[in-house]
């Protein structure tokens, strides 16, 4: 028996000496964000056609919606077949600022009692922090307060999250500085992460704002654990990425999500004017650059 039972044993391990090592890119997911006229939810057939496996809706449009509408996105995405996974567009425009004098931590907070749960409802496991409007300095304004400011208020949507056990997580993203002029690096992003530190706050890894502004990849290869999530687009002009375009630009950085561990969710994030002509070729792209 004690035979028998060692050569089955030496049997198993040849089996798995033999068996190929798995893909380590095999836990990238790929979705598409809501980004000037493009809308995922409505594109969501289109993009489950292509191979898409989620969306990313904007937030801030969703929690600002009749209850009508909200049921009506419910059923696009029951209809659509894609699930949603993320969300950007967290906050509605400059209506809600958290960094300035005018900031209402009141009003903040009503917001994020309606915006974190209804996010979560849909299945979003990540909220993108970019809303560049609503965190922009006035001028004049002390950039140390505002950082301060930055830290009450990612605090304050982490007890919105540990207070309603959601499992969520909320994301700092990076901006170019045409589009704010707060947090436009990622080390400005770790910088806020690690001031902020919650387990309910990470950093996102926008590939087209670091690519714009320039950023050295081996900010991104040194983030580690801090990344919940990445958005890509081909950087000039922002758009799908396509065969031929400026993967010069921005494939550094992709490689860097691998070399920092990163193994998740990255989304499409740019303008389309043909959304049923650009998806297939852009999910092609991204798996050749990343896998």
Same mark, same amino acid.
């Given at each position: 028996m004690r035979r028998l039972l060692a050569l089955v044993a030496l049997a198993l391990l040849a089996t798995a000496c033999a068996a190929p090592s798995p893909n380590p890119a095999s836990a990238w997911r790929f979705g598409v964000a809501a980004f000037d006229r493009v809308d995922p939810l409505a594109a969501a057939p289109i993009l489950r056609g292509a191979g898409f496996d989620y969306l990313e809706p904007a937030l801030g449009k969703l929690a600002t919606?009749?209850?009508?509408?909200?049921a009506a996105a419910r059923a696009a995405v029951a209809a659509g077949g894609v699930p949603v996974e993320a969300m950007n567009w967290f906050l509605p425009g400059a209506s809600i600022p958290v960094v300035g004098p005018a900031v209402d931590t009141a009003r903040q907070d009503a917001y994020l009692r309606r915006a974190l749960p209804l996010a979560a409802s849909?299945?979003? *496991?990540? %909220?993108v922090f970019g809303s560049p409007a609503a965190r922009t300095r006035p001028n004049g304004f002390a950039r140390e307060e505002a950082e301060r400011q930055l830290v009450a208020f990612l605090r304050r949507c982490a007890d919105?999250?540990?207070?309603?056990?959601?499992d969520l997580v909320v994301a700092i993203e990076?901006?170019?500085r045409p589009e704010t002029n707060t947090v436009n690096s990622l080390a400005?992003?770790?910088?806020?992460? *690690?001031? %902020?530190d919650r387990p309910q706050v990470g950093v996102v890894v926008d590939v087209f704002h670091l690519a714009f502004e320039g950023e050295d990849p081996a900010v991104v290869a040194g983030a580690g654990a801090?990344?919940?999530h990445a958005q890509v687009a081909a950087v000039a002009p922002?758009?799908?990425?396509r065969t031929g375009d400026d993967a010069a630009r921005y494939a550094p950085y992709l490689a860097a999500l691998r070399q920092a561990g990163y193994r998740g969710?990255?989304?499409?994030?740019?303008?389309s004017d043909d959304v049923a002509r650009d998806a297939g070729p852009a999910l092609a792209r991204l798996r050749t650059l990343i896998e």
């Amino acid at each position: 028996m004690r035979r028998l039972l060692a050569l089955v044993a030496l049997a198993l391990l040849a089996t798995a000496c033999a068996a190929p090592s798995p893909n380590p890119a095999s836990a990238w997911r790929f979705g598409v964000a809501a980004f000037d006229r493009v809308d995922p939810l409505a594109a969501a057939p289109i993009l489950r056609g292509a191979g898409f496996d989620y969306l990313e809706p904007a937030l801030g449009k969703l929690a600002t919606a009749s209850d009508a509408e909200v049921a009506a996105a419910r059923a696009a995405v029951a209809a659509g077949g894609v699930p949603v996974e993320a969300m950007n567009w967290f906050l509605p425009g400059a209506s809600i600022p958290v960094v300035g004098p005018a900031v209402d931590t009141a009003r903040q907070d009503a917001y994020l009692r309606r915006a974190l749960p209804l996010a979560a409802s849909f299945g979003a *496991r990540v %909220v993108v922090f970019g809303s560049p409007a609503a965190r922009t300095r006035p001028n004049g304004f002390a950039r140390e307060e505002a950082e301060r400011q930055l830290v009450a208020f990612l605090r304050r949507c982490a007890d919105v999250i540990a207070g309603n056990g959601l499992d969520l997580v909320v994301a700092i993203e990076p901006l170019r500085r045409p589009e704010t002029n707060t947090v436009n690096s990622l080390a400005e992003a770790l910088a806020l992460w *690690r001031a %902020v530190d919650r387990p309910q706050v990470g950093v996102v890894v926008d590939v087209f704002h670091l690519a714009f502004e320039g950023e050295d990849p081996a900010v991104v290869a040194g983030a580690g654990a801090a990344i919940v999530h990445a958005q890509v687009a081909a950087v000039a002009p922002r758009g799908w990425p396509r065969t031929g375009d400026d993967a010069a630009r921005y494939a550094p950085y992709l490689a860097a999500l691998r070399q920092a561990g990163y193994r998740g969710r990255l989304s499409v994030e740019a303008p389309s004017d043909d959304v049923a002509r650009d998806a297939g070729p852009a999910l092609a792209r991204l798996r050749t650059l990343i896998e």
